[in-house]
Nanobody, 124 residues
Framework: EVQLVESGGDSVQAGGSLRLSCAAS????????MGWFRQAPGREREAVAA???????SYVNSVKYRFRVTRDNARITVALQMDRLRPEDTAMYYC??????????????????WGQGTQVIVSS
């Protein structure tokens, strides 16, 4: 019943920007924690950013100061603004959500709901 749909992925040159969006449906109330993951070929899935219901954010070090995660609790959406993109940011990006987390909302949080992903390609 819960569905997450990402949009905004594209091919850009290094130094460029993209804004990813994720629209959630099937929730009776906004989930406690929402976040973004990415996975590149031959690489493990990596948590990129997370944001709690109250707007507290967490980032993996490699994207800190370049990416910004935001959410709209009224529309139940989450976005990822990506600036100064690098080729190593190339990956499939997934949004995720979880209703309850007993250990906070951060890049170590276990998420239960996932989108299908949107492709980001950064060329040098």
């Amino acid at each position: 019943e819960v569905q997450l749909v990402e949009s905004g992925g594209d091919s850009v040159q290094a130094g460029g920007s993209l804004r990813l969006s994720c629209a959630a449906s099937g929730y009776s109330e906004p989930p406690y924690c929402m976040g973004w993951f990415r996975q590149a070929p031959g690489r493990e899935r990596e948590a990129v950013a997370a944001i709690s219901l109250g707007g507290i954010t967490s980032y993996v070090n490699s994207v800190k100061y370049r990416f910004r995660v935001t959410r709209d609790n009224a529309r139940i959406t989450v976005a990822l603004q990506m600036d100064r993109l690098r080729p190593e940011d190339t990956a499939m990006y997934y949004c995720a959500a979880v209703d309850v987390s007993y250990t906070g909302c951060n890049t170590s949080t276990i998420f239960h709901s996932w989108g299908q992903g949107t492709q980001v390609i950064v060329s040098s």
